[in-house]
């Protein structure tokens, strides 16, 4: 690192003040993105009682100059910028100056620190933001903080925080956030002695998704890799099987800093369009580089959020990436389900042996100078590192050619495909060809055509006040409604694609929908929402008898879809047994 100045009065006022250092984890995310700025290759993390009696961040970066020390805990001391100008430009993860001085305020804490120059580390002793102690000591090249008794001296701050595993859960989806970020850096999180995390430091992202979320999960995301001129654009997505009920698994960085955006995460959710049930959400690990003019990142406290000055284009260009990615896949689920995609907020996610050696060989280096011991005060980890995370192979791309072998309960068709076997719902399978069919000509789909015999409907008072609200809606539709006295009405016309005898049915179902979707849609998604119904009231449905010639045009029409893998609703048409499951499924193998 350069040297730290203190950044003038003009400079500070232009700087999103507020208070960083809430809790454990925000203590946690600035130490880290301190060292991540030092040039870190190795950065261990403990913590005591959620970060309450204990914060330890040690790394193996520039260290800070003996001269600087204590400079650094001043208020706005910083090496990362000096000028107004460079807040324009900022290419570090700390910029502010801010995050030592508040965290040696309201704790104790000791710094151990050396550069690579200098012979002698220093050591530092801060309690309640005043030094009481400034000394020579021996130390590996690089930075050691422990940050102790946390808000000893502000109690009152102290009874607003959860409790430690509460705090822990927040500390390890802090290191989960950087260990994604930046694969090429090894991380190690110890909550109360115990691994809970460790990554290999290989610089591969799908390694780093499944030392956090799991093999299995890692398994299930596919590679997202592109660029125009403006964005670079790189992470792995999950598969449509692999959604959530939240967001909480999406990850979106720019330009290296983990940030929430709805715009982003909407522009990948739309890609999805279809693909998923009401309510999931899609799986991501999203990394967009941009030029840093292009973005402020000085609008947050925590540095949570940037502002992108212009993302007309971006968003329009992350769905067209997903998008792409997620046709040339194969998204088949399997039909052995893995027993647990997710282990929860604070996973103990068992690391391969070699990364251990290959940990150790960095200790080669000069860190070795001082024990692991010294880092971190516990050292029983190696019992949990078992699984291997070795050759995920990446997924099977196109649709598989499938060999139709007969009904099953008249709903599903067994097929032979090109590894194993495939159970095909014949309802949503139809529902799939004939939304597609639909949406590619939506108008001339929803144009009016006169009903041989008219068919009356007696509506309850609510239907008949959300059919008056929405009349205009249903004519666009291609829906001739009157009415006919008292609670009757008349429908003399519908929309040319559905089948004379589902016009009541499909009717009443949109009636229903308005009602509870007011305000809310629009003239698109209405047509889209008309022609999904429609789809799945003309579609053959279960327990309907098929030829094999039908069976065979079915499975190659939907091999035709753009996308083949859900029904309109987001359900699965197919699912996958491997040969390798079956075999599995009849102990042939092991
Ligand atoms: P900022 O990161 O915004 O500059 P901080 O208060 O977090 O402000 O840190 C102040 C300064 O202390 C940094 O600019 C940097 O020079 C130095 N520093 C802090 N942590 C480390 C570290 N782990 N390794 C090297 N230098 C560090
Ligand atoms: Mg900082």
Not at 43 to 60: K, L, Q, R, Y
Not at 265 to 271: G, L, N, Q, R
Not at 292 to 302: F, G, K, L, M, T
Request: hydrophobic residues 40%; charged residues 25%; aromatic residues 6%.
């Amino acid at each position: 690192m350069g040297r730290i100045v203190l950044l003038e009065e003009h400079v500070v006022n232009k700087i999103a003040a507020g208070e960083v250092i809430e809790r454990p984890a925000s203590i946690v995310k600035e130490l880290v993105e301190n060292s991540i700025d030092a040039g870190s290759t190795r950065i261990e993390i403990c913590i005591t009682d959620g970060g309450f009696s204990e914060i330890t961040v040690s790394d193996n970066g520039s260290g800070i100059a003996p001269d600087d020390a204590v400079f650094a805990f001043e208020r706005h001391a910083t090496s990362k910028i000096k000028n107004a100008a460079d807040l324009e430009n900022v290419l570090t993860l700390g910029f502010r100056g801010e995050a030592l001085s508040s965290i040696a305020a309201v704790s104790r804490l000791n710094l151990r620190t050396r550069t690579a120059d200098s012979v002698s580390g220093t050591g530092l002793d801060i309690e309640g933001g005043n030094v009481l102690k400034n000394y020579d000591t021996a130390s590996p090249q690089g930075t050691i903080l422990t940050i102790r008794d946390l808000f000893f001296n502000t109690p009152a701050r102290r009874k607003h925080m959860k409790t430690p595993n509460v705090e822990a859960g927040h500390v390890s989806d802090v290191i989960n956030k950087f260990a994604m970020g930046y694969p090429e850096i090894s991380f190690q999180l110890k909550t109360n002695g115990r691994l809970i995390l460790k990554t290999p430091a290989k610089g591969n992202l799908r390694n780093s998704i499944a030392a956090v979320y799991g093999t299995e999960t890692a398994r299930e995301m596919l590679a997202l890799e592109g660029a125009n001129d403006t964005t670079e654009l790189r992470g792995y997505i999950g598969k449509p099987s692999l959604s959530r009920a939240s967001r909480h698994y999406q990850t979106i960085y720019i330009n290296g800093r983990f940030v929430r955006n709805r715009i982003i995460s909407e522009a990948v959710e739309k890609a999805y369009h279809s693909m998923l049930m009401t309510g999931r959400y899609p799986v991501f690990i999203v990394k967009i580089g941009l030029n840093p003019s292009e973005i402020d990142v000085n609008v947050h406290p925590a540095k949570t959020e940037v502002r992108i000055l212009d993302n007309t284009d971006l968003a329009g260009f992350i769905t067209e990436e997903v998008s792409r990615v997620l046709s040339e896949s194969r998204l088949i689920p399997a039909a052995v389900f893995p027993k647990k995609m997710f282990p929860g907020i604070t996973p103990v996610k068992p690391v391969q042996q070699s990364w251990q050696a290959e940990s150790i060989g960095l200790a080669s280096s000069k860190v070795s100078e001082t024990p692991r011991a010294e880092y971190c005060s516990d050292e029983n980890f190696s019992a949990e590192l078992k699984t291997a995370v070795t050759g995920i192979a990446a997924p099977e791309q196109g649709f598989p050619s499938l060999k139709p072998l007969g009904q099953i309960n008249g709903t599903f068709i067994a097929a032979q495909g090109d590894d194993g076997m495939y159970l095909i719902d014949q309802h949503a399978a139809h529902e799939r060809i004939l939304y597609e069919k639909f949406m590619a000509r939506p108008d001339e789909h929803t144009v009016s055509e006169q009903l041989l015999f008219p068919v009356t409907l007696e509506l309850t008072h609510q239907e008949v006040q959300t059919l008056n609200e929405n009349i205009l809606s249903l004519t666009d539709l291609g829906f001739v409604v009157e009415h006919f006295g008292g609670d009757s009405f008349i429908i003399r016309a519908i929309p040319a694609a559905i089948i004379e005898n589902g016009a009541k049915e499909i009717f009443l179902d949109l009636l229903d929908y308005f009602s509870h979707n007011r305000n809310t849609i629009s003239g698109k998604t209405l047509k889209e929402k008309l022609l999904i119904t429609m789809a799945c009231k003309s579609a053959i449905k279960a327990g309907d008898r098929l030829g094999m010639q039908e069976t065979e045009s079915l499975l190659s029409q939907l091999a035709e879809t753009r996308n083949p893998y859900t029904c309109p609703h987001g359900r699965p048409t197919l699912v996958h047994f491997s040969g390798y499951d079956l075999e599995k499924m009849f102990k042939r193998v092991l």
